[in-house]
C-alpha cells in the first residue's frame, strides 16, 4: 500500500509542478501583451498561447487537487493507506489557505487575459511583472510549510 501512496504522491507533485509552471507563464503572457502594443499578429499569438495555457493550467489544477485529496483523507477509505496529516495540521490549513490564493491569482490572470480579447487595457506592465512575481513567494512558503510543518 506505501508504494500505492508513493505514486499517488509523485503525481500530485507532477501536476502541481505543471499548474505552477502555468501559473508562472500565463502572468509573463499578460506582461508581453501589454508591451505589444498594436502588433496585431503578435497580440493574436500571446492572446492563443494565452488561452491554450490557462484551460492546460485548470486541468492540471483539477488533477492536483484530486490527488492532494487523496493523499489527505485517503486512509479514511482505503485500508492501509498512509496518512501525510497527523495532528497539529496547523500547517495544512496554511498550505490550503495558500494555494487558494495561488488559485485567485491564476483566475485573476485569466480574466485579464479574457478582459483584452474582449478590448478591455490590462494594468501596466510595471504592475503585471510584479503580479508575475507574486506566485513564486506563495511556492516558497507552501513548500516552506510541507517540509517543516511548523505548526
Not at 504522491?9 to 502541481?16: N, R, Y
Not at 505543471?18 to 502594443?37: C, H, S, T
Amino acid at each position: 500500500m506505501y508504494a500505492t501512496y508513493l505514486w499517488v504522491k509523485t503525481f500530485h507533485l507532477l501536476f502541481v509542478i505543471a499548474w505552477m509552471a502555468a501559473g508562472f507563464y500565463l502572468p509573463r503572457i499578460l506582461v508581453n501583451l501589454a508591451e505589444a502594443g498594436q502588433q496585431a499578429e503578435v497580440r493574436a499569438r500571446l492572446l492563443l498561447m494565452g488561452r491554450r495555457l490557462y484551460r492546460f493550467g485548470h486541468v492540471m489544477f483539477g488533477l492536483a487537487v484530486l490527488l492532494g485529496l487523496v493523499l489527505w483523507l485517503g486512509h479514511r477509505v482505503i485500508d492501509g493507506f498512509p496518512t501525510m496529516v497527523g495532528s497539529p495540521a496547523g500547517w495544512l490549513h496554511a498550505k490550503l489557505l495558500l494555494v487558494a490564493l495561488l488559485l485567485a491569482h491564476y483566475i485573476v490572470a485569466g480574466r485579464w487575459l479574457k478582459g483584452v480579447e474582449q478590448g478591455r487595457a490590462l494594468p501596466s506592465s510595471r504592475a503585471l511583472r510584479v503580479f508575475n512575481e507574486l506566485p513564486v513567494l506563495g511556492l516558497v512558503l507552501v513548500i516552506w510549510l510541507v517540509l517543516a510543518k511548523p505548526f
